[in-house]
């Protein structure tokens, strides 16, 4: 009765120890993980930071102006007319061709009847 008992509870000491060696190989790959994840997040945070300076750099209005200065004959822009700003519900909604049921040729119109676009 003894040795089975004994045999017992050095059966269950090495399955814990293995269950404890699992969790704790378990925890580590875990934290691996957290940690590439993290090197990742701080990887993008500072080519979003490097993006955000080149895209500051190129709005600068001193550039921009050198830029419409030596294009302008190719754009030909023209400065804002306050007139040109408008609502959204002011524009018309776009066309939009339909094709006719049981027909082989389009008809346009507008989708709605509504002149609001949604």
């Given at each position: 009765?003894?040795?089975t008992?004994?045999i ?7 399955i814990?120890?293995a ?10 790959k ?6 590439e ?17 080149e ?5 600068q209005p ?6 419409v200065?030596?294009?302008?004959d ?8 306050v007139?040109?700003?408008?609502m959204?519900?002011d ?8 094709e ?7 008809m346009?119109g507008?989708a709605?009847s ?5």
């Amino acid at each position: 009765m003894v040795r089975t008992l004994n045999i017992v509870f050095i059966l269950a000491v090495v399955i814990g120890a293995a269950t404890v060696y699992d969790l704790k190989l378990a925890a580590t790959k875990s934290a691996e993980r957290v940690a590439e994840l993290q090197r990742e997040i701080d990887e993008e945070r500072t080519a979003i930071r490097h993006l955000k300076a080149e895209w500051s750099l190129l709005n600068q209005p001193d550039r921009l102006q050198s830029l419409v200065g030596r294009y302008n004959d190719f754009l030909q822009l023209e400065p804002l007319d306050v007139k040109q700003i408008v609502m959204p519900e002011d524009i018309p909604a776009r066309p939009v061709m339909l094709e006719p049921i049981g027909g082989t040729g389009q008809m346009g119109g507008y989708a709605g009847s509504s002149a609001v676009v949604r």
